[in-house]
């Protein structure tokens, strides 16, 4: 745990930049995260000025892993969508430690190489920069620049992996670092036992990105060629099609965009055990969408219910 005890008084991004942008959201712990109680600790050391100040929490000689890490292979990508820019943590400028820090206007074409870090345990269930409570279990991460929120690509240049996070906090604060990354999103990329890893940042456009990833129906569902069917051939197609199988309009419920196939091809075995449905990824140049369905629209909330049951609860409709 060496290098953690260094790495905590490297981060503390979101809890001090709380007061240096928007200075007015509690520190207590919410419980409001994913995980347990039992699973988020405090250091046994620390003041009650250190529990109860962002500058406190900065402090505090380290951070580290979960007491009981869960599995986070198979935590879902951010899904891009369009929002507004939140009330807090988006002044123009704001100042930290002395230096001034500008925020663009918007994200859009932001692209750039530096270095990730990550933070977990000691800010896991504390407010973010923009006011919503840090999960570092779900794709996250912090940046000094971006908008909030912003979805960006990060990509870990050493073996090609990527996911999509969304920001909603302020940091890292050292000029070498690029993004200051979740708990679940550095152990996708893999730069948990090292702390950091060089990577790109790239901002992506929800609209753009939606457009993009709409399914092609000639190209990921290719319909049967009913050109050459005979009609002795009807029987045959309904003992291959059960009862159940939709028929008319049909949607596909999209769970995740990954950069990495291996990973989709686990979510989709698990989601195959879970669900009631086929599920299929769709391969589209490097992103592999895993999509559940054809879903009939009146068996979309049923649907819906058995993935949130599962755990899967960012599902937007693609058709």
Same mark, same amino acid.
């Given at each position: 745990? @060496?290098?953690?005890? @260094?790495?905590? /008084? &490297? ?27 039992? #699973? ?12 109860? +100040? ?36 988006? *002044? ?5 430690? $002395? @230096? ?22 000691? =800010?896991? $269930?504390?407010?973010?920069? #923009? ?24 990509? #870990? /240049? ?9 920001? #909603?906090?302020?940091?890292? =604060? ?27 940042? !790239? ?6 990105? /939606? ?7 000639? *190209? ?7 050109? +050459? ?15 159940? !199988? ?7 419920? &999209? ?6 196939? &291996? ?52 599902? =937007?409709?693609?058709?």
């Amino acid at each position: 745990m @060496k290098y953690y005890a @260094k790495v905590g /008084q &490297q981060l503390g991004w979101a809890a001090l930049i709380l007061v240096a942008v928007s200075g007015c959201a509690s520190h207590e712990p919410t419980s409001g995260s994913s995980q347990p109680a039992q #699973n988020r600790t405090e250091a046994s050391a620390e003041s009650s000025n250190d529990r109860d +100040t962002a500058g406190g929490r900065y402090a505090m000689s380290g951070d580290a892993y979960p007491l009981e890490p869960p599995d986070v292979s198979n935590v879902p990508d951010a899904v891009p969508r369009d929002e507004p820019l939140s009330r807090a943590g988006n *002044r123009s400028t704001y100042e930290v430690w $002395g @230096k001034t820090y500008h925020v663009l206007p918007n994200a859009d074409g932001y692209s750039k190489q530096g270095l990730a870090s990550w933070y977990g345990e000691k =800010f896991h $269930g504390y407010a973010t920069s #923009n006011g919503e409570i840090y999960d570092m279990y779900k794709m996250s991460a912090a940046h000094r620049s971006l908008p909030l929120p912003t979805y960006a690509r990060v990509t #870990n /240049q050493r073996n090609g992996q990527s996911v999509i996070v969304r920001v #909603n906090d302020r940091g890292p =604060f050292h000029s070498d670092r690029e993004i200051d990354l979740s708990y679940a999103a550095a152990a996708r990329l893999d730069i948990l036992d090292e702390g950091t890893g060089a990577v790109r940042v !790239e901002a992506i456009n929800p609209e753009q990105w /939606q457009a993009q990833r709409s399914p092609n129906t000639s *190209r990921s569902a290719p319909a049967p060629d009913t050109a +050459t069917a005979s009609s002795s051939e009807t029987p045959e197609r309904s003992r291959d099609n059960p009862p159940g !199988e939709p028929s008319g309009e049909v949607v596909y419920l &999209q769970i995740a965009a990954l950069g990495d196939p &291996q990973n989709a091809q686990k979510m989709r075995s698990q989601l195959s055990n879970a669900v009631p449905h086929d599920v299929r990824v769709n391969q589209d140049d490097d992103i592999y969408r895993v999509q559940v369905g054809p879903v009939a629209a009146d068996q979309e909330s049923d649907a819906r219910k058995a993935l949130h049951d599962a755990g899967f609860t960012d599902v =937007f409709i693609v058709r």
